[in-house]
């Protein structure tokens, strides 16, 4: 069983579809092993076994905040053009209906309608990385979705309305990536841009005082649309930040893929 005691909240880079479960590419057989490397270290870094996880994933969005309410959640395979073997990928964690009531209750208490859905599958963002963190599929998983808008400051007041989770043994995890401007993510164009936003973005993170400010106006920042011409995958980002109002965002992850910097954080 998992603790009650207080858990952090982290953002996660989740890499590039399947890619910690199929060959690497021949011109960089490396390039994602410091990525895999952290995310198996996570669950050992916790103070405690969470009860369970809510994941925000950058691959799902709608109206209002949904979660995924099966018992056992299927997944989501998608990703195209991988290996045919990566559709046959499994991680048949328990769901968790009971923690997405609660989750739903503080919302409502924070004037955020939300929705359920007990037929999406657990997209990549969600099972890839959690293959790693937890192979044995033995911790409850709730996913919830993006709001769509993809509104910064709605996201952080998201998080501060589920912050109370964390008191509760949960685990709250935004799963995306740093930098994700696929276009460019293999040409040396944008290299100086993503440094540049991979800078700004560690020190806004660590000062709270003026961390929601900052976040709010993200896309102002150096290099903030080569990094992320749409943003789906730095929201999540907002949900772990905004769950954890007062602490400092420490980088707890940094590699360079293809010549871009891509950071994770924990916050408490």
Request: glycine share 10%; proline share 10%.
């Amino acid at each position: 069983m998992g603790s009650t005691e207080r858990q952090p909240t982290l953002f996660i880079p989740h890499g590039g579809g399947p890619c910690f479960f199929m060959d690497p590419p021949p011109f960089a057989p490396h390039l994602w092993d410091k990525m895999g490397d952290y995310l198996r270290a996570i669950a050992d870094g916790l103070p405690a076994r969470p009860k369970a996880i809510l994941v925000i994933s950058g691959h799902w969005e709608t109206p209002n905040p949904t979660v995924n309410v099966a018992a056992h959640p299927k997944l989501l395979y998608d990703y195209y053009g991988f290996p045919e073997h990566t559709y046959r990928l499994t991680y048949p964690a328990p769901g968790a209906p009971d923690l997405a009531g609660r989750v739903r209750e503080l919302l409502g208490d924070a004037g955020f309608p939300s929705d359920v859905d007990a037929d999406r599958g657990l997209d990549h963002g969600v099972f890839i990385p959690l293959k790693l963190i937890y192979p044995d599929a033995d911790v409850p998983v709730l996913q919830m979705s993006l709001r769509e808008g993809l509104d910064p400051a709605e996201h952080l007041a998201i998080g501060r309305a589920l912050a109370p989770l964390r008191d509760e043994g949960v685990l709250i995890i935004g799963s995306g990536l740093s930098y994700h401007n696929l276009r460019d993510f293999f040409s040396p164009r944008g290299n100086a841009e993503a440094e540049a936003f991979d800078a700004w973005l560690a020190e806004a993170l660590a000062d709270p005082a003026k961390r929601d400010e900052a976040l709010i106006a993200w896309s102002a920042a150096p290099g903030a649309r080569a990094c992320h011409p749409r943003e789906e995958h730095l929201l999540p980002l907002m949900v772990a930040a905004g769950a954890a109002e007062g602490e400092a965002g420490v980088r707890n992850f940094n590699d360079t893929l293809t010549g871009k910097p891509v950071s994770g954080f924990q916050f408490g």
